[in-house]
C-alpha cells in the first residue's frame, strides 16, 4: 500500500539522548515534511524539504535536524533530546509544493523524553 | 501572517444529533486553501476537503457538508445525523501560494469531537 512508514511508532528516550525518526515514502513525492502534535497547539512544523538535496526551517527547528538525501527519506534527528521534545511526531509528503497540494501523512511517533 | 481559530476545544453530542466545527481563518493572500482533516482515535491525519480561496460553493459529500465564507473568513464543517465513528480530532488548515519557503500549512488547535451512544 503506497503510503509514508515512521518508525519507531513509540520511543522512551532519556534526556541527552540522540535520536532520529524515520521517514520513508513511496509515492515519489517532491515535498517531505515533519510537523509536532502537541495537545491544544494543533500540529507545528519543524522542518520542510521541497526536493530532495534541499531542507528548511520551520515554526519550531531548534533542537531538530533533518537530511534529504533522496526522494524517498526524510529523517528527523534529536541531537540532544530534552523533555520538551516529549510530542507525537508526524511525517508528511506532498506532491509539490503549491497551495494546493493535499499532504499524506504517516501514522505517526510517539516520543517521550523523561 | 496566516492563523486558523478552532474555538471549540471540545464537542459532545448524542448519536444522530447534527454538529457543526467552526473555522477561522486569518490571510492577507488572495490565493489561499482551506482543508480539513479528520484525526480518529488510532491517530493516523486523514484528509477530508479543500476548498480554493476563489470557490465558494458549499459542498457536501454523504453526511459531511462545509460552508465557506469568505466575508467572515470562515471554513465551517457540519456532520449530520452523527454516528459513533465520527469521533475523532478535526483539524482545519490553512496553505497559502508559495513563497520563499514554498508550501506552508497552518493547522489549528484542533476540535475534538465525541459522539455518544
Known amino acids: 500500500i503506497a503510503g509514508i512508514t515512521q518508525a519507531p511508532t513509540s520511543q522512551i528516550l532519556a534526556a541527552g539522548r540522540r535520536m532520529t525518526l524515520r521517514c520513508t515514502q513511496d509515492?515519489?513525492?517532491?515535498?517531505m515534511y515533519w510537523y509536532r502534535q502537541d495537545l491544544g497547539l494543533g500540529l507545528r512544523l519543524i522542518h520542510y524539504?521541497?526536493?530532495?538535496?534541499?531542507?528548511g526551517k520551520g515554526e519550531v527547528p531548534d533542537g531538530y535536524s533533518v537530511s534529504r538525501a533522496n526522494t524517498d527519506d526524510f529523517p528527523l534527528t534529536l541531537a540532544s533530546a530534552v523533555p520538551s521534545q516529549t510530542s507525537v511526531y508526524f511525517c508528511?509528503?506532498?506532491?509539490?509544493?503549491?497551495?494546493?497540494?493535499?499532504?499524506?501523512f504517516g501514522a505517526g511517533s510517539r516520543l517521550t523524553v523523561l | 501572517a496566516q492563523k486558523v481559530t478552532q474555538a471549540q476545544t471540545e464537542i459532545s453530542v448524542v448519536e444522530k444529533e447534527d454538529v457543526t466545527l467552526d473555522c477561522v481563518y486569518e490571510t492577507r493572500d488572495t490565493t489561499y486553501y482551506l482543508f480539513w482533516y479528520k484525526q480518529p482515535p488510532s491517530g493516523e491525519l486523514v484528509f477530508l476537503i479543500r476548498r480554493n480561496s476563489f470557490d465558494e460553493q458549499n459542498e457536501i459529500s454523504g453526511r459531511y457538508s462545509w460552508n465557506f465564507q469568505k466575508s467572515t473568513s470562515s471554513f465551517n464543517f457540519t456532520i449530520t445525523a452523527s454516528q459513533v465513528v465520527d469521533s475523532a480530532v478535526y483539524f482545519c488548515a490553512l496553505s497559502e501560494a508559495p513563497g520563499n519557503y514554498g508550501q506552508n500549512f497552518v493547522f489549528g488547535p484542533g476540535t475534538r469531537l465525541s459522539v455518544l451512544p
Open positions: 509515492m515519489r513525492h517532491n515535498a
Open positions: 508528511a509528503s506532498s506532491e509539490g509544493t503549491s497551495g494546493a497540494n493535499v499532504l499524506t
Open positions: 524539504s521541497n526536493t530532495a538535496g534541499t531542507t
